[in-house]
Every structure is written in structure tokens, then in C-alpha cells.
């Protein structure tokens, strides 16, 4: 075929333009199939278009209205409010406080507490909505508080920590009786703490002494760190005292706590009793107030005179050194005296008074004249007798010496002061 000239090709392309704007003669260029399938095709590219620009300045259109779907049918993030107590790093917390764990929105589904030597138990309340430790921590510790809080479609985790009560500041203390041990009816309480006590009030309450018959007793603090206590009258014989210090968790004072409790049950014998009078230098032994001996004594000369008022015995040894030395005392000082091993000795006081058997250069002047540097010396079988009977505990009164009573804390002296003015540390007696 021909190729057409050039004039047949415009006058084809002029037909085909005036088909298209003429409706009667025109035949359409495209069939109704083909353009429906543009018509898809157009709305396709669209599509992809709106998915792949960003809608988020754009003006809103059905890309828009689908994506603000999808965020609203998202799960809420579950995010309780949890307080945890003690709070986060903190230091010195006492042992005994609780640690609690508590939240408004959820439960409680568990905790735990880590750190210490043993396992911290503790309890969720009924609401779920607080957990509480129970029992006392360690001092000295740092713990980890682990969490969990859940609403029943999510859970919250978290963690916290805090230390207790550093070494520095744990207190401690003392009692002078044995658990379990018997005493003689005058035995005075003492107790010694590591470290001052200026909340004394507060320990004071914290002291329970139960038992021997004889109604409640009083405190009396000699120092920061020595508190006694006595009842009225002497305890009764052949009875039982507990001693319940309840310390642990205590604020002593200046941030000293106190680092556990203390319970000590002790029993009195028969009622022992000496009474030592310089003027017939003799002493009287009594036994449930009955008098069962009496021997002759001698006592300190006098520049060594023997204190005078009621002691309780504080110690005993069948056989005890003595020694000038510890008295100041210097050889070739006109009260030296060789250093020698008495036998049946009982301290009397903390400064050096005893009752014991007189050394053998002294039995002529047993029951004549005092020669002793203060002690009570007895003749063999009287100081085997007082040994074998008397006990720890025992009260000895000595009159008529012309000297002063000890200071009470020098021994126990606690006897010697009236009952209304045991608690009065400025209340000075004869010493």
C-alpha cells in the first residue's frame, strides 16, 4: 500500500477531531469496556498515591479518617501511680519500719524484698491494692524492692531500693544477770548500753521487769550508757524475775538505734543477810531472818576505814589475788603490803572491798582491832561458813566504822538510798 501523502494524513486527523465533536457522525475513539478500565486505573493510582504520602498536614479524607481508626482501637498503656515505702535510696531507715508498696489503679501481684540473710515475708491486703513486710529487716543492708502491678490486661514492673541502719549506729546492751541463774534476794538490775541514751523516757518504757513478788520497781541512770532499776523492798525469796528489754527498733538517741531484744529470767534463793558492827566487831549471819552465826571481824584501820550502809556481794572466788598496786599504792608506801592470794573472798565493791578470811599474820587482831586496808576479814571457819551460805546477790551492812557510805555506783549502794529518792540522780545520801 501507499504510504499516504502528507495532505490524506491531515485530513484523517481532521476527521477524527470532528468525530469527537460531532455526536450524530462520531465514532467514539475508545470502547465502554476500555473506559471503565481507565476509569479503575486512575482511581488505583490514586489509592497508592493517598497511602503513600504523608497525611499528617493534609486536609482530612478517607486516608485520614482510616489511620485516626487504627490509633483509637490501640490498647491504653496501662501506667499506675505505685508508691513504694522507703523511698527510693534512701539511708538509715530503722529495721522495724515497714516496707510498704502501694498503688491506686490495679493490684498488687507481687513483691519482693532482697538483700538481706533472710527471705522478707510480707502480705497483700485484702483490696490488692497495698503489700506490707512483716517481721523486722537487717541492719547494715542495702535492699532491692521488686514489683509488679497489673489490671488484669497489663502490668507494670518497677524497682526500688534503700539501705537500713549502718553499723555506726546499732546500739546494744548488757544485763549483769544470767538467764536462768539464781541470786540473792537483794540483786540489783543493771543495764550497760553501747552507746548514750538520751531517749531515756522511751527506753525506760521499753523495760519491763515481772515477777519476785514485790510490786513494780524504778529506774535510776547513773551515766548515759548505765541505767539500774530495784523494786521497794528487797525481792522475795525463792522467787522469779523476767527481764523484757524490748530494744531493737528504739531510738536511744542522736540516731542510735537499738539492734534487738533481750529477755533474761533469773530466780532469787533464801534471804541472806549480814550485819557488821565495828563497835563489837562482830558480823551477824541471817538466813530467812533467822540468825544462824556470828563471828568476830576485823575491819580497815583508820586511814583504810570500811565503808558503812548496805552492799550487795557482786562476785565470788574461792581464791582471789591481791595487790597493792591496783590500790596506788608503791612499795615502801606505809600501806604496801607483799602481794597475796586470799581464800572465800566476795566483792563488795567495784573498788576493791571484800569479805574474806584474814590472812594468818591477822587472826590476833580478829575481833580485837582493824588493821585491814577496808575489807572484812574473818577468822577460817566463819569465812568457809559466809562462802558456803552466801551468794551473789546477798546484801552485808556495816555500821558504826565512823566512815561514809560508797558512792552507789561503786558496787551496788542502790540500798542505801530511800525509796522516794531512788529516781533522783541529785539526791545525794552519806557518801
Given at each position: 500500500m501507499a504510504e499516504p501523502t502528507s495532505n490524506h494524513r491531515e485530513h484523517r486527523a481532521q476527521g477524527r477531531i470532528g468525530s469527537l465533536?460531532?455526536?450524530?457522525?462520531?465514532?467514539?475513539?475508545?470502547?465502554?469496556?476500555?473506559?471503565?478500565?481507565?476509569?479503575?486505573?486512575?482511581?488505583?493510582?490514586?489509592?497508592?498515591?493517598?497511602?503513600?504520602?504523608?497525611?499528617?498536614?493534609?486536609?482530612?479524607?478517607?486516608?485520614?479518617?482510616?489511620?485516626?481508626?487504627?490509633?483509637?482501637?490501640?490498647?491504653?498503656?496501662?501506667?499506675?501511680?505505685?508508691t513504694v515505702v522507703p523511698a527510693a535510696d534512701a539511708q538509715e531507715i530503722n529495721p522495724v519500719a515497714p516496707v510498704t508498696v502501694s498503688t491506686k489503679q490495679g493490684k498488687i501481684e507481687k513483691v519482693t524484698v532482697d538483700g538481706g540473710k533472710e527471705p522478707v515475708q510480707g502480705k497483700v491486703s485484702p483490696d490488692g491494692l497495698t503489700w506490707t513486710s512483716e517481721g523486722p529487716l537487717d541492719f547494715d543492708t542495702q535492699y532491692t524492692v521488686n514489683y509488679s502491678v497489673s489490671?488484669?490486661?497489663?502490668?507494670?514492673?518497677?524497682?526500688?531500693?534503700?539501705?537500713?541502719?549502718?553499723?555506726?549506729?546499732?546500739?546494744?546492751?548488757?544485763?549483769?544477770?544470767?538467764?536462768?541463774?539464781?541470786y540473792g534476794t537483794g540483786q540489783i538490775i543493771e543495764i550497760?548500753?553501747?552507746?548514750?541514751?538520751?531517749?531515756?523516757?522511751?527506753i525506760?518504757?521499753?523495760?519491763?521487769?515481772?515477777?519476785?513478788?514485790?510490786?513494780?520497781?524504778?529506774?535510776?541512770?547513773?551515766?548515759?550508757?548505765?541505767?539500774r532499776y530495784r523494786p521497794e523492798d528487797l525481792w522475795a525469796p525463792n522467787s522469779e524475775i523476767t527481764i523484757n528489754a524490748d530494744l531493737l527498733g528504739k531510738d536511744l538517741g542522736g540516731g542510735q538505734i537499738g539492734n534487738q531484744n533481750y529477755q533474761v529470767t533469773f530466780k532469787t534463793g533464801d534471804k541472806h543477810y549480814a550485819y557488821v558492827d565495828n563497835n563489837t566487831k562482830t558480823m551477824t549471819m541471817y538466813v530467812n531472818d533467822k540468825k544462824v552465826r556470828e563471828a568476830l571481824v576485823t575491819l580497815g584501820d583508820?586511814?583504810?576505814?570500811?565503808?558503812?550502809?548496805?552492799?550487795?556481794?557482786?562476785?565470788?572466788?574461792?581464791?582471789?589475788?591481791?595487790?597493792?598496786?591496783?590500790?596506788?599504792?608503791?612499795?615502801?608506801?606505809?600501806?604496801?603490803?607483799?602481794?597475796?592470794?586470799?581464800?572465800?573472798?566476795?566483792?563488795?565493791?567495784?573498788?576493791?572491798?571484800?569479805?574474806?578470811?584474814?590472812?594468818?599474820?591477822?587472826?590476833?587482831?580478829?575481833?580485837?582491832?582493824?588493821?585491814?586496808?577496808?575489807?572484812?576479814?574473818?577468822?577460817?571457819?566463819?569465812?568457809?561458813?559466809?562462802?558456803d551460805t552466801f551468794m551473789v546477790g546477798d546484801v552485808v551492812q556495816t555500821e558504826n566504822t565512823g566512815y561514809g557510805?560508797?558512792?552507789?555506783?561503786?558496787?551496788?549502794?542502790?540500798?542505801?538510798?530511800?525509796?522516794?529518792?531512788?529516781?533522783?540522780?541529785?539526791?545525794k545520801g552519806n557518801w
Open positions: 465533536s460531532d455526536p450524530d457522525n462520531a465514532r467514539p475513539l475508545l470502547s465502554r469496556r476500555k473506559a471503565v478500565a481507565g476509569g479503575a486505573l486512575g482511581l488505583f493510582s490514586a489509592a497508592i498515591l493517598s497511602a503513600c504520602s504523608n497525611n499528617s498536614g493534609g486536609s482530612p479524607g478517607a486516608s485520614g479518617s482510616s489511620s485516626s481508626g487504627a490509633s483509637s482501637a490501640a490498647a491504653p498503656v496501662f501506667e499506675p501511680e505505685v489490671n488484669g490486661k497489663a502490668s507494670k514492673d518497677g524497682q526500688s531500693g534503700f539501705t537500713t541502719v549502718v553499723a555506726a549506729n546499732e546500739a546494744d546492751a548488757k544485763i549483769n544477770v544470767a538467764d536462768g541463774k539464781t550497760n548500753f553501747s552507746e548514750p541514751v538520751t531517749n531515756r523516757a522511751e525506760e518504757k521499753a523495760i519491763t521487769v515481772t515477777g519476785g513478788g514485790m510490786g513494780p520497781g524504778r529506774f535510776r541512770w547513773y551515766k548515759d550508757t548505765m541505767v583508820p586511814e583504810w576505814p570500811s565503808v558503812t550502809g548496805k552492799l550487795v556481794i557482786m562476785e565470788q572466788a574461792k581464791k582471789y589475788k591481791f595487790d597493792a598496786s591496783t590500790l596506788g599504792i608503791k612499795k615502801g608506801d606505809p600501806h604496801w603490803y607483799e602481794t597475796f592470794e586470799a581464800t572465800n573472798t566476795n566483792r563488795l565493791t567495784s573498788s576493791g572491798a571484800f569479805v574474806h578470811q584474814a590472812e594468818p599474820s591477822a587472826y590476833a587482831y580478829v575481833g580485837v582491832a582493824n588493821i585491814s586496808h577496808g575489807c572484812i576479814g574473818l577468822l577460817p571457819d566463819d569465812a568457809e561458813f559466809f562462802f557510805q560508797a558512792d552507789p555506783d561503786n558496787g551496788y549502794g542502790d540500798w542505801n538510798i530511800p525509796w522516794e529518792h531512788y529516781t533522783d540522780t541529785s539526791w
